[in-house]
Each structure stands twice: as structure tokens, then as C-alpha cells.
């Protein structure tokens, strides 16, 4: 009997130091190198929930300068089919600001903690779930369409055209353009702010005016981060538009990038930590 109970209060001794360990890093902050990976990883997310948001909505979630010229163009009553399209940028313009000011109160609480760093990829990583659920059980129908064709017909554009004037189509849109907020300010957070992983404008302009643009693979790292954001933002946009036009639809799209997000949150907990500079006569602490 005694046999047993120690090996088992040993184990529970073991258990509980093993727990207190990994708590006790996850108050660390997270080394920098190749932390550019999980952001460059967002560069796809983006590129995923962005061509999904572009059909359902005609908007996007992620880059907000082309929904700024949608809500402009709605002053003058335009584009004609799309009346709407003015609001639902608004929308998501709004919840993107949000997205910005709430997840950058993370400064708060040691923005380059693992655990805070894991808490905002998993919040941010909920709200494209919940918007992958609202698409694959089709409540909100504009973002649960599949088996899109390259070719026009007029019976799925006026099918189309209604499904995106469904007021609840402003649900997932928000709930994306929300976290995508968060997910620019972990690039500022991080100091990655060559790679904004929401827009590609600022980039282009940066890497082709780069007077290093053609400097060796290792002497230009900034280079070589904006020429990955560019090839991820695109595949995950290529990848989007074929899960669309399959039967697995736009709501394979959203479960894939929300995927990616619950992976870099786990990958943040197992992230090697920062290196505590040592102080002289400190040694032990
Ligand atoms: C989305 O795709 C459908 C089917 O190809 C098309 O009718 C519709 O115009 C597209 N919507 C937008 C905003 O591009």
C-alpha cells in the first residue's frame, strides 16, 4: 500500500512542480527571433478572410483604405447595384478602430508576455471561429456560400446581391475586421511594423524603393519579410477563392484561418523566452 502512495505523491509532487514551471514562463516575454513567423502567418489569414469578406460583402475585413472609398462612394449614391455597400464598410471600418484601441490595451499587461501574446491570438482566433460557425450553419447566408462559378449568371447575382443585403451579413464581417485590428497591433507590438499583415500598399512602396531591395538573401531581413508577407497574402488568397468556388465554401476558408490563429496562440505558450540580461550581484534570483 505505502508502495503505491509514494510513487503517487511523488507523481502529484511532479505534477505540481511541472505546473508552477510552466506558469512561471509564461510570465516571460518571448524571444524575438523568427517571432516574424507568426506574423508573416497573419499575412494568410488575411489573405483567406479577405477573399471570403470581398464576395459575401463586396467589402473587406482586413484592408481598410478600399472599404474608406466604399463609404465615400456612398455619398453619391454609388456603385448603383451595391446601395449598401457604403454601410457595410462603415461596419467594418468601425469594428477594425475597435479592434485597434481594445487589443492595444494589452500594453497594460506586458504586451510581449507569452501569456498575453496567447490570450489575444485566441481571442483573436474566436472571432474568426465564431465567424466560421455563423458561415457553415448559414445563418448568416452571404458567408455561407460554396460552389461559386467563374462564370456570370443572373440567377446567382440577384441571389448573391440579396444574401449580401442581409443585415445580418454585418455580423461575421465585424467580428473579422474586430480581430484583424488585433492582429496589426501584434505586428507594432512585436516591432514588425515593415510587415502590417492587414495591407500591402505601404509595403510595396517600402520594398521596391528599398535601396537594399537587391542585397543578398541574409543582409536584408526587412526585404526579405515583405517579399513573404506578399506570397502569403496572395496564397491565402488563391487558396480562398478555390475552397469558394468547391463545395467546402467560404466557410473552409474561415475554419482554416481560424485554425492558423489557435496554432500561433499554443505557439506563443511553447515560445522560447526572452534572455533575462544578468545583474551583478543578483545571482540566484
Ligand atoms: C461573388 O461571387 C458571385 C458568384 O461568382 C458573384 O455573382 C458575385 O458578384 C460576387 N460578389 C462580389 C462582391 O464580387
Redesign the pocket.
Known amino acids: 500500500m505505502c508502495s503505491r502512495r509514494i510513487p503517487m505523491i511523488a507523481r502529484l509532487a511532479l505534477f505540481r512542480f511541472a505546473a508552477g514551471f510552466r506558469w512561471s514562463l509564461l510570465r516571460d516575454d518571448i524571444s524575438l527571433s523568427y517571432a516574424e513567423l507568426p506574423v508573416l502567418a497573419c499575412c494568410m489569414v488575411s489573405g483567406l478572410c479577405d477573399s471570403v469578406a470581398?464576395?459575401a460583402?463586396?467589402t473587406f475585413a482586413s484592408m481598410q483604405t478600399g472599404n474608406t472609398i466604399f463609404l465615400a462612394l456612398g455619398a453619391s449614391g454609388l456603385p448603383s447595384n451595391m446601395p449598401l455597400l457604403w454601410l457595410r464598410a462603415l461596419v467594418s471600418i468601425s469594428a477594425f478602430w475597435a479592434g485597434c484601441f481594445t487589443f492595444s490595451k494589452s500594453r497594460h499587461l506586458a504586451p510581449q508576455r507569452k501569456a498575453t501574446l496567447s490570450i489575444s491570438f485566441l481571442f483573436q482566433a474566436g472571432f474568426i471561429l465564431t465567424a466560421a460557425a455563423l458561415a457553415q450553419t448559414n445563418i448568416v447566408p452571404a458567408f455561407g456560400?460554396a460552389f461559386?462559378?467563374?462564370t456570370?449568371?443572373h440567377a446567382?447575382?440577384a441571389a448573391?446581391?440579396a444574401n449580401?443585403d442581409n443585415p445580418l451579413a454585418l455580423l461575421p464581417l465585424a467580428l473579422l475586421a474586430f480581430q484583424f485590428g488585433g492582429q496589426i497591433v501584434t505586428s507594432r507590438i512585436l516591432g514588425f511594423n515593415e510587415v502590417p499583415t492587414n495591407v500591402l500598399t505601404s509595403l510595396y512602396c517600402d520594398l521596391l524603393s528599398d535601396p537594399a531591395l537587391m542585397a543578398g538573401v541574409g543582409a536584408n531581413p526587412k526585404r526579405n519579410r515583405r517579399v513573404a508577407a506578399i506570397i502569403l497574402m496572395l496564397l491565402g488568397a488563391i487558396i480562398g477563392g478555390w475552397l469558394q468556388r468547391s463545395s467546402a465554401g467560404m466557410s473552409a476558408a474561415l475554419w482554416i484561418a481560424g485554425g492558423i490563429k489557435v496554432v500561433i496562440a499554443a505557439a506563443w505558450i511553447g515560445w522560447r523566452s526572452k534572455a533575462v540580461p544578468v545583474v551583478e550581484g543578483k545571482v540566484g534570483v
Open positions: 470581398f464576395n460583402t463586396g456560400e461559386l462559378s467563374p456570370p449568371s446567382a447575382e448573391h446581391l449580401e
